[in-house]
């Protein structure tokens, strides 16, 4: 059990020193950065601020992560965003209950996983172009179903899901924390991790080793398509209504890029639900923290652009080599592979 | 087939008699080369010792360590201890590039060259005649064809690298290397994908190399075109140096020793062929595939061995992907002990306990990053569908049981695939299909690109699955080792069945006959 432990932490090992490392130097800056105090039975601090912003994010990431590993891509979550978003707005200020709200929306997400599944997986066209369709056509249908409009609502059901608390923890923490681990339990205590692994790594000595393929192809699709959903619930109940033109925008490269940062490959294989959670917050983190420095916000990207290249230079095989003595066994091993090629 | 040597050719005065210390004539030396790899050690304080103008084969099993000892030469690699001297001189070249420009060039097997890119680019890349700052293609295409002319090539140069046979690509290849080099040669596998005429181009180029002066270091497990072309051989196993012999004076059956360390040899010829008795288990009816395969009648007993024999092209991997439903079957019908069932995917496949092992390994058989481990419980693990998970220890039990039944030589369970030679992931894949107690097992090429040690092992297991009554098609293009383990042999010719052999007709000199006398009615 130990020793499964001690892999677990080698391989988040690297996320980990970049996160202190970010959170080390802001609390520098402004010493009350770490501070948390509990008001009215609720965590508040930056900290938790960064959790509860980063939410979107590292939902969409846990999706993205499993696509990815399977070679795949994802172009078009921040689209089913702003469609679910606007689905829920409309479901709720039309009468429905929250349960019927919530219900339909998770559907259309998954069904939006299945038609970027069914693209890629049946009909064989490459990742990047098959969620490219939905990329841009998402935001046309979030605006049918919106009418063009900005739909507020008042459900204080949905409104508890964005801005409520529980256990002390904003909810939408709470929601990618249960979230994030049911999905982790599923992929790596059923088979579908490996399976998954061994698709990203070669899909034909897959499909010849009698691995249902197409089936989890789309299933992966349907995975990121439901993060989607519920991302989308969460953006649309923070604000209390659907903005189908800004919902989610971009945050589908945000979303491959917490997955890189946390160092699956994105020419798939082996692959870290945790390790992409951390690495959305590392960006939420980053963001928090330029906002907090004062920086003229046009500076923002260029930073964050700046430590994002630091954190991959960190990842790379060639620094690895040169600081082999750093590495840690795993690491060191994934370092000849690379020599060998 | 006897050694031709003594190609002595006027203006150079080539030694008859090679001598086998090290001398004054060595253009590279090799000195107690040491290179370790997480958990292994690939190379033990490894002598190599390379004259000018000489054909040195450099053989050994797979995972001998010639591949390591090679990139340790070109810089490919960092080697842990020991020395290199090209001409006299200390080198230590940093890359692959580095090592060409002192004078270290190397053609892999698969042709490391842009195919897409002209056939005067790929010469030229990187160093194109340049005239007012643009490339001067005029001036490239010239040179690249004087080049060429010297290798008795007349080609257009400008057309796409990729339009030309492997065996011309193969040439271009060499041509950039001695160009960029001109010292050492270094040819790895070059033979594996070419048929007997470009081989013999092939060696009529490296003889005209070796006449000018080159050392060249010819890796091949294709043991007559040792003899046929090398002066020299060093063999390498597990690491160490074994020895460095004069070609001349070593017989096959003590190289053959020197490599396996054990007479497999002879085992391989002790097989003997049986008749299988009984009821056909499987019975294929006019099974076929329009454009892959044409429609063929195939029985096959339990504890039988049918071998597929044919020429490059002639419908045997299509045989086998029609059978395993990796391409589905449109005519025909399949009964399993007198029962119907369709074969229309690989999982319906696996269903009825069939096994399949692709002939291309590395696009089709291993998954390169995973373990050892997931490689051999893959197939299982997709049969019990991703609900049911086999528990890490009972992976780990399968995997330790399969790297030792089937000697598996790797470091651990844990080592990603790739990393493992030839000859031990195919022995890996073998294993994958063992997990699930397959009864009809599709071997495809099962003994291509690996060296006699494993060879041997693999013949030596399908005659134990053939004992333990599991039904066996095996493909091969090397028709004496069919002979050896097969019960039956099918002869294909232009993606039909030709011919069935069997009983005393079971001789390579009627399988031989066979397929020529399919040629010959096709040219009537």
Redesign the interface.
């Given at each position: 059990m130990t020793s499964i432990l001690r892999t677990y932490l080698a391989r988040l090992l690297p996320q980990l020193i970049a996160l202190a490392a970010i959170l080390i130097a802001i609390s520098m800056t402004f010493p009350g950065f770490l501070n948390l105090e509990i008001q009215n039975g609720r965590l508040y601090g930056s900290l938790i601020d960064i959790l509860n912003r980063g939410a979107p994010v590292v939902l969409l990431a846990i999706g993205m992560t499993v696509v990815i590993a399977t070679k795949g891509i994802d172009l078009s979550v921040g689209a089913v965003m702003a469609i679910c978003g606007a689905v829920a707005a409309s479901f709720i200020t039309s009468g429905h209950s929250l349960l019927e709200t919530l219900f339909v929306t998770i559907a259309v997400g998954i069904l939006c996983g299945v038609w970027n599944g069914i693209l890629v997986a049946v009909l064989d066209i490459q990742p990047i172009i098959a969620t490219l369709v939905l990329m841009v056509a998402g935001r046309g249908i979030a605006q049918l179903v919106t009418e063009g409009a900005i739909l507020t609502f008042n459900d204080p059901g949905l409104i508890f899901i964005g801005s409520g608390s529980f256990a002390g923890l904003p909810m939408p923490v709470v929601v990618w924390l249960v979230f994030g681990i049911l999905v982790a339990l599923l992929v790596r205590?059923?088979?579908?991790g490996?399976?998954i692994?061994?698709i990203g790594?070669?899909r034909?000595?897959?499909?010849?080793?009698?691995?249902?393929t197409p089936v989890?192809l789309i299933a992966a699709y349907m995975l990121s398509g439901l993060s989607a959903a519920i991302a989308g619930i969460i953006a649309a109940a923070d604000i209390r209504g659907a903005d189908a033109n800004n919902a989610g925008l971009w945050l589908e490269l945000d979303a491959i890029l917490a997955v890189v940062v946390g160092g699956t490959s994105l020419l798939g294989?082996?692959f870290s639900i945790a390790a992409s959670v951390l690495g959305a917050i590392i960006i939420q983190a980053i963001n928090t923290g330029i906002l907090l420095s004062g920086f003229p916000p046009e500076f923002n990207l260029i930073i964050k652009a700046a430590i994002i290249v630091f954190i991959l230079v960190l990842q790379s095989p060639r620094f690895r080599t040169a600081f082999a003595f750093l590495a840690v066994?795993r690491r060191?091993?994934k370092t000849?592979?690379q020599?060998?090629k | 087939m006897s050694p031709k040597r003594g190609i002595v050719v006027s203006g150079l005065d080539l030694p008859e008699t090679v001598s086998m210390q090290a001398s004054s004539d060595n253009i590279l030396s090799a000195v107690r080369i040491d290179k370790g790899?997480?958990g292994t050690k690939a190379l033990d304080k490894v002598d190599f010792h390379l004259q000018r103008g000489e054909v040195h084969a450099l053989l050994g099993e797979n995972g001998a360590g010639k591949s390591t000892l090679i990139k340790c030469l070109t810089g490919?690699?960092r080697r842990d201890g020991g020395s290199i001297l090209l001409d006299g001189v200390d080198v230590d070249p940093r890359d692959t590039f580095d090592a060409q420009r002192m004078g270290i060039g190397t053609v892999y097997q698969e042709v490391n060259l842009l195919p897409n890119l002209s056939v005067a680019e790929n010469l030229f890349l990187g160093r194109q005649p340049r005239r007012f700052g643009m490339v001067d293609n005029r001036a490239m295409n010239r040179k690249a064809h004087e080049l060429l002319s010297q290798y008795e090539l007349e080609l257009d140069v400008t057309r796409a690298l990729a339009s030309y046979s492997v065996a011309i690509q193969q040439v271009v290849a060499i041509a950039r290397a001695v160009d960029l080099s001109g010292k050492v040669l270094i040819l790895d596998e070059p033979t594996a994908s070419l048929d007997a005429h470009e081989v013999a181009m092939l060696f009529r180029i490296v003889r005209r190399l070796k006449a000018r002066g080159l050392g060249i270091i010819f890796i091949t497990h294709f043991l007559e075109q040792v003899y046929e072309i090398s002066d020299r051989i060093t063999v390498l196993r597990n690491g160490r140096l074994v020895g460095t012999r004069s070609t001349a004076d070593l017989d096959r059956r003590d190289l053959i020793a020197m490599m396996i360390g054990r007479e497999l040899a002879a085992e391989i010829r002790a097989v003997q062929p049986h008749a299988a008795e009984g009821e056909p288990r499987y019975r294929f009816r006019n099974y076929g595939r329009r454009g892959r395969i044409d429609p063929f009648d195939l029985d096959v007993r339990a504890g039988e061995v049918v071998g597929i024999a044919g020429l490059l092209g002639s419908g045997r991997t299509e045989t086998a992907e029609v059978l395993?439903g990796?391409h589905r079957a449109d005519s025909g019908t399949v009964e399993i002990d007198g029962r119907r069932v369709e074969l229309s995917s690989?999982?319906a496949a696996?269903r009825q306990k069939f096994g399949?092992c692709?002939e291309d390994r590395k696009?089709?058989?291993?998954?390169?990053?995973?373990s050892v481990r997931?490689n051999i419980v893959?197939?299982l693990?997709?049969?019990?569908?991703?609900?049911?998970?086999?528990s890490r220890a009972e992976q780990n039990r399968l995997a330790d049981l399969y790297i030792r039944v089937l000697d598996i030589r790797t470091a651990d369970r844990e080592?990603?695939i790739?990393?493992l030679s030839g000859g031990n992931q195919q022995k890996a894949i073998l294993a994958?299909w063992l997990a699930t107690e397959p009864e009809f097992l599709i071997l495809d090429e099962p003994t291509r690109g690996i060296d006699v040690g494993a060879h041997a092992e693999i013949v030596r297991l399908i005659e134990t699955l053939r004992e333990k009554g599991m039904s066996l098609i095996v493909i091969s293009s090397e028709i004496e080792e069919l002979v050896a383990y097969s019960t039956r042999i099918i002869v294909l010719r232009d993606r039909a069945h030709v011919a069935e052999l069997g009983g005393e007709r079971l001789t390579a000199d009627q399988i031989v006959e066979a397929i020529a006398a399919a040629n010959e009615r096709r040219a009537s």
């Open positions: 205590q059923s088979a579908l490996m399976l692994e061994a790594v070669n034909q000595a897959s499909t010849l080793s009698g691995v249902l989890l294989g082996r066994p060191a091993a000849t592979e020599e060998a | 790899f997480p490919a690699y395993f990796a690989p999982r696996i399949f692709p696009t089709a058989g291993i998954v390169g990053d995973l997931e893959l197939a693990q997709a049969r019990r569908g991703w609900t049911r998970p086999i080592k990603p790739k990393l994958r």
